[in-house]
């Protein structure tokens, strides 16, 4: 049993417009209900931490899904801050060596094989592990005026999804020594990879995607109609 931490303090920037694409309406509600809905929905999830930015007016009040507890608590600058925030609004009755999850407000489309996947082969990791997806196209390096470079080998390359899966206290530790040496992790496993941990990769859905685009939206769409 875990409790998550769900980012939701990003302006949505790269998607364009002033609303933040985590409340733009999929099948009739907003993206981040149906991302809380597949996690309160699965027995293996306790409660969620919902981190959302400061003065957002978008956030409906919910205060549980699916009868779970939804807690709220104001993110920070970059995903590192927000998520970081999220893990120290975690009740007290969650002890630093209990695994927690992390996943995007932005990943909509989660399926509960892979959650359960993830918490199965993590749980029994020493580290903790990431849901994460084969590269499959071929990689290019480009300069500044777009001419290849080069091609980069993609054997052994994953993209990173979420969720990610860590202890409470050694998740917290590592955020805040990425933080103050102001070094960009742009995930969790990446917090841990500094500190020369080694988390697990766990193969995920395609199909997790991360609303970036309003082309994910529209695929997003797709993917939720067929359940
Ligand atoms: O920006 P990116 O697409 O990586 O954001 C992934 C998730 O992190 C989104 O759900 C977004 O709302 C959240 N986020 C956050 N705080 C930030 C930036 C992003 O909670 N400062």
Redesign the pocket.
């Known amino acids: 049993m875990s409790w998550v931490v769900v980012?939701?303090?990003?302006s949505g920037r790269r998607f364009g417009g002033a609303f933040p694409k985590?409340y733009l309406l999929l099948d009739g509600q907003p993206l981040i209900g149906h991302t809380l809905d597949r996690l309160a929905g699965h027995p293996a999830i306790d409660g969620i931490v919902v981190?959302l930015a400061a003065q957002d007016p978008h956030w409906p009040g919910w205060r549980e899904r699916c009868g779970k507890p939804v807690l709220t608590c104001v993110?920070?600058?970059?995903?590192a801050?927000?998520v970081l925030a999220g893990l120290r609004a975690l009740p007290s009755s969650v002890s630093d060596d209990e695994f927690v999850l992390v996943h995007?407000?932005?990943r909509p489309c989660l399926r509960a094989a892979d959650l359960e996947a993830l918490i199965e082969q993590g749980q029994r990791h020493p580290v903790g592990a990431l849901l994460a997806a084969p590269v499959r196209d071929t990689l290019k390096r480009g300069d500044d005026e777009l001419a290849v470079l080069g091609t980069e080998p993609r054997d052994g390359l994953w993209r990173a999804l979420t969720p990610q899966m860590f202890r409470r206290g050694g998740l917290t530790r590592a955020l805040e020594a990425a933080l103050s040496a102001g070094v960009a992790v742009?995930d969790e496993s990446m917090a841990m990879e500094r500190l020369g941990l080694r988390p697990l990769l766990v193969e995920g859905s395609e199909d997790n995607i991360?609303v970036?685009t309003p082309a994910d939206l529209a695929l997003a769409e797709f993917v939720l109609s067929r359940g």
């Open positions: 980012p939701a303090a990003g985590q981190v993110g920070g600058a970059e995903r801050d927000s995007d407000a932005a742009t991360k970036t």
